[in-house]
């Protein structure tokens, strides 16, 4: 029996597709043969397998919290859908094309599409509401964890951090070929007149004396 | 309610950056409502958060151990008061949804128009009260705040946490919220 399970938001609405292996009457759905994502403002809707939407399970989630911590990752990670948010309202997916179903005649090694915050957290949220459904796919459970300290680029990058290094070096050796190349001074032989002690002078008879004698008298 | 929030392994207090963080969502949705302040302590009560946040006092002095704050308290913040403030941010959020919504939609519209957020009225008096809170209660000496100086700058960093609340506000935004603080932290 053919089930169907939709989870809808303004923007976003996930469709999947699927049987029951339990038989007849059994409304857990754990064989996935369709899966569509349809994203408002999108001329299309994406539509693929199992892997498609375990692709995005694994990227989209992961991104969601990337975005919530705020870091910056040392490197892009390795999944089959990349998730790009650097520009402003603007989240990048790029969906290899081997994991969609496109349309006859048509063929694409990768589809990139361009979705808003709010889209983004639409789509988050549908997937999360797929997770906590019991009836489909019960072992498909999101896993969150923190990503490892290795996983986050560094606040300062690398070069960025050795730059003042890097300038203080040159300008030392720039200096120290600067001064090699210089002579070195001389040394001057003394003055003998400037070794002769200053010539005393007699006190001048104009200038008041330091201690004038007392009035006589009196 | 907060044993969905795992003890992450070899971090006994909350990281500098997760106070940051859970201090800016707060100070985001207090923007967003005049009244969250007040919505925040009920839904303390409602949680039975009481035993960690008796009263208002202690929930600013735990909010005051966000390392960039004027008054700033040094003293680490245990595990259990941080998924208390998780547990809070995203109660409160999820409260605000449709009001998170409608201004990430204008939003969406003015980008599209290439017009400035501050054309809509809203928006414009969310992101002015952020503006606002943020530089009465963080101290922009720090260097990291220097950035913040600029308005445009904040007005980024307002528009991030309006998106950063609706992640967490959804099913599993708790979840999300909480390993999210430890990024970078594990080893």
């Known amino acids: 029996m053919l089930l169907q399970r939709q989870y809808s938001l303004p923007n976003c609405t996930l469709r999947i597709e699927g049987l029951s292996s339990q038989g007849h009457g059994a409304g857990q759905l754990d064989v996935v043969t369709v899966c569509e994502c349809e994203i408002v403002g999108q001329p299309a809707p994406l539509k693929g397998g199992k892997d498609f939407l375990v692709a995005l399970l694994s990227s989209v989630p992961a991104a ?16 089959a859908i990349q998730v790009d948010t650097q520009s402003f309202n603007q989240v990048w997916l790029r969906i290899p094309g081997d994991l969609l179903l496109l349309p006859e005649g048509t063929s694409a090694r990768m589809v990139e599409i361009c979705l808003t915050w709010l889209q983004l957290a639409d789509l988050v949220e549908a997937l999360d509401q797929f997770c906590s459904d019991s009836q489909t796919l019960p072992t498909l459970t999101p896993t969150f964890s923190s990503l490892p300290r290795r996983a986050i680029a560094p606040a300062v990058p690398l070069r960025q951090q050795l730059t003042p290094l890097g300038i203080g070096a040159a300008s030392l050796a720039v200096m120290a070929a600067l001064f090699f190349h210089m002579p070195v001074p001389q040394r001057r032989p003394e003055d003998p007149e400037l070794n002769q002690p200053p010539p005393t002078t007699a006190p001048s008879p104009l200038l008041p004396e330091a201690n004038p004698p007392a009035p006589a008298g009196n | 309610m907060l044993a969905v929030l795992p003890d992450p392994p070899g971090i006994s207090v909350c990281p500098r950056r997760a106070r940051w963080q859970l201090d800016l969502l707060l100070l985001a949705l207090e923007s967003v409502d ?12 409602d949680l039975q958060l009481q035993v960690m946040i008796p009263n208002r006092v202690i929930f600013w002095q735990i909010r005051c151990t966000n390392p960039f704050r004027q008054v700033t308290q040094r003293t680490p913040l245990p595990l259990s008061e941080t998924k208390a403030l998780t547990a809070i941010v995203v109660q409160v959020a999820r409260r605000h949804t449709a009001t998170l919504r409608h201004l990430l939609l204008v939003l969406d519209q003015l980008h599209a128009q290439n017009l400035p957020p501050e054309t809509y009225a809203p928006l414009a008096e969310y992101l002015d009260r952020f503006r606002r809170h943020f530089r009465k209660r963080m101290n922009l000496q720090r260097s990291g705040l220097f950035l913040y100086k600029d308005n445009s700058a904040l007005n980024e960093l307002a528009l991030q946490l309006l998106v950063q609340l609706l992640l967490c506000a959804g099913t599993k935004g708790m979840e999300r919220l909480w390993f999210s603080l430890f990024d970078g932290e594990v080893s």
């Open chain 1, 64 to 79: 969601a919290q990337t975005w919530l911590s705020g870091v910056k990752l040392r490197r892009s990670p390795q999944q």
């Open chain 2, 34 to 45: 005049l009244n969250a302040s007040e919505l925040m302590l009920q839904v303390v009560r």
